[in-house]
């Protein structure tokens, strides 16, 4: 561990050397509001999906590294000397910058020392709200009276669709206008594109967003990012910065930036804070109702703490005590932690996938749901029941199911070719794993929509699953692969088969049998016994071809085998 | 013109300071293997496809501007300082560096000045070939003899499509491996993936690139990005270039880049001139091929001449002598060589686009044929029949044509909301421009197949692409927008009418019985004359409703009107 540890009592890692080998990050907010950030303070935000909702620009495989991202720039207005609250963007010499970064629960801290200033800010989406607060506490710590200026920076994406942003700038770099009104900087996108509430991903209702700053008087601001970063500059020397004095310059088809300008006098020993508020909707609206309510220092602080509490409590439900350490906190917090992260965003909206690749991949998400039944299965029966609808009337799954624009009952099925042999069987694990959790054995009697058309109870949904697998059998009575089995790479097609699916179908049809024996369906789960003895003559006829143990047939019946060398 | 001045004798625009407000790009090379390049050495290269053979990366709306790019660093091994050959990226003081780029009809040619050190390095791809030059030709104007350094660098993608390179780190992060043998650095996906050159935009067999250096001996490399740049650094600072010695890294599921170092002395008044070229191909067989037959500066000059002959022969084509220079320099040289450029990259390979909208968009292709009609008629035949092997049998065009994937007769046809009204109505300008630059009448009588089934005469291709408007008319006889008209923002539908391809319709039937008449064909021209008479009348009975002058009519009937006024 040379770049940090773990602090189970505060239940945070904390990270002692900001240069780590790669950017490490933290995830803030909900499915509703998502927000990466990185120990340097890199990272993007985003509304309901890191695609189609992403208004925070962030650079994939960018030199520096994970850059832009929330950024408070301070100047010393004496000596001109500027750094900024995290050691990157500026990355002053670490000899004379100490700073430490405080992972949590859905909040980052990151407290930095230079030129005897002392500098937290604290990064967190409140419970159930649509915008995230950073608050920065400065203190002067040296022996004389300091006069600083703060420079906020944020980068707007030009375009929600994160896809055009980047590539579609014939149309990109001309749609976003800025605005500016008491402390509080809106982003919106030309007059010509209507409200579209019906179509999340074409259009939204809340193309907007705003920036506003409480604790201080803005004396400042600027959202045209060539002017704050001045031609060949970048985040490491914005020209703002390095002259102290925002131009007050208005965005309007330009890349748009959010600087607001704040100047503080610090008594020795004195101590500031301002509360920064990024969030969703109108400036002069939302803006203005979010800065009137939340921006203030104390509302700041008993919101973290309500979060705190909120994710502690998912925590708490399992506590293991051993004699080793970092196992306890693997068990108690992180592997938990990422558990319930991993879950709620679903793997897209990392700096691995950029937010791009959104929406809930069917296999991904419903073994995600496992880790996370124990910790949150109230969550967990919702992303099911959302999951258990992604299913098509033939058992069979989608294989993305976008919660944004997800329509039960009015989806159209993917073709034939498209379905993965294995999407639907996992659902023999996570719901049984939802309803040992919670007792909850009418779970299986619920009626939910499929897909397409139609509906049913839970436990016809996943006989459904066992039918799907059963009627795509190949030559040796073994389930086809489809489009993949459980190795996504592995396209066995309509007619090849596959033994791990053999083996997973098998499962299942013992755990629905197990389930139909508790729900007293003796009939139901005897047709599951009849299918599983079935399937096992063909297991035992056809895994096993007397020099390799068989992993799957292709189409042309050639035979993918696994080495039983060493067993 | 404070940034530079034509050089008409030259053809070449000579930009006399690189802190351009914006990066200004030129072309090189060919459809096949193009490039594009800014005045600062930023931009990137492809094969094929800007979208799906981008072999070099970049990264739109960087901070700073058009990163990365191809880099000469230059190190005094004496006093520890280091500078690059164009300006950026290591941007020194301009007050100390001075520089001059001349972009030219297919090359770039930047000379700086520092340090008692005259650089100047060129850029071009060679005719015919699938690889590019960089010169470089270092002077020492000084009076000290000097030791000095020379570092290559290019940014390799991890995947050349650069959706995946930029999205899909979870796969394209692992799959890159570099050589290094005999001066030629390899870099080449990994072997799980086979060629497979019947689909292009899946994988092509062409999957491997080499940098190869002649001139001087390399006396080390790296490949690694991480190791040559260093950690939070930037290309302004390499790690490498600041300690002077490469590492000999070999990238194998890294980020990759090519450096090979040089070291050079140079006695005052002393030249040398290094040799660099990347291309497409296999670094043992292609990479060393070409280091042998072209890795000479003499090759590469007499390279560079024939280059330009080629491309000054088509601008001769049209020579205009006026009083206004600046009129003359357009029409002489930029004008004719920028119509060019478009034809052959049709827009997707620019900063604008960053490569990733590929393929020929319908509409823009054929316009773009017009420019290059008079200067260069060959390239636009060819481009012609590939666009009317784009439209389908009923008439109507696809909305893009991908040259390195289109399979004339085998394409699926858009579905009927897909097509655009007017695309395949800009035949009628493009193709008759052709005939009357060449005199080639019998082009009207050349058989073509269509993109979906079946083939037929251009002039057919022609009549269908009227028949095609002619049947999708609507209420008041004018003919439907469907998914577009010449506003490609504008979705009148199925039934909304368009009277902007009204007139269009009604110059496309006056053009094509004007043909039909030069072919001796009046049965075909009085069915022009008949339909186009019919069309008037629509037009006459529905264009000026008394007060507006009729833009378009809507499905539900309302009508889009322009103002008359100050007409």
Redesign the interface.
Known sequence: MRYGYFDDAAKEYVITRP?T?TPWTNHLGSAEYGAVITNNAGGFSFYKSGAQGRFL?F???????A??GRYFYLRDRVSGDYWSASW?PV?KDLAAYKTTCRFGTGYAIITSSYSDITSESTYFVPRGQNFEYWLLKLSNTGKKPRKLSVFTYVEFSSEWRV?H??????YSQHIVKATYRDGIIGHHLLGNLQPDPEHFENADQCRRTFLALAGAKVTGFDTK?EVF?G??????NPWVVEHGKCTNSLAYGD?MCGTLQVDVDLASGGEIELVVMLGIGDAAVEGRAVKRTYGSPARAHAELQALKAYWHSHLDVLHARTPDKAFNSMVNVWNAYNNIVTFTWARAAS????G??DGFGYRDTVQDSLGAAALMPAEVEARLELMLTGQVANGGAMPIVKPFAHRPGHETPPPEHAFRSDDCLWLFFAVPEYVKETGDLGFFERVLPYADHGEATVLHHLKQALVFNLERRGAHGLPCGLLADWNDCLVLGQRGESVFVAFQLRYALLVYAEICRRLQREEEAHWADVQRAELDHAIQAHTWDGKWFVRAYYEDGTVLGLSLIHI
């Open positions: 240069d080998p620009r650079r994939p495989l960018g030199i520096p590294e850059q832009p990157q990355g896809y942003d980047m590539v579609n700038m014939q990012r970063i031609p060949y500059r970048s985040y490491a890349n700096l691995v996938y950029q791009e690749r």
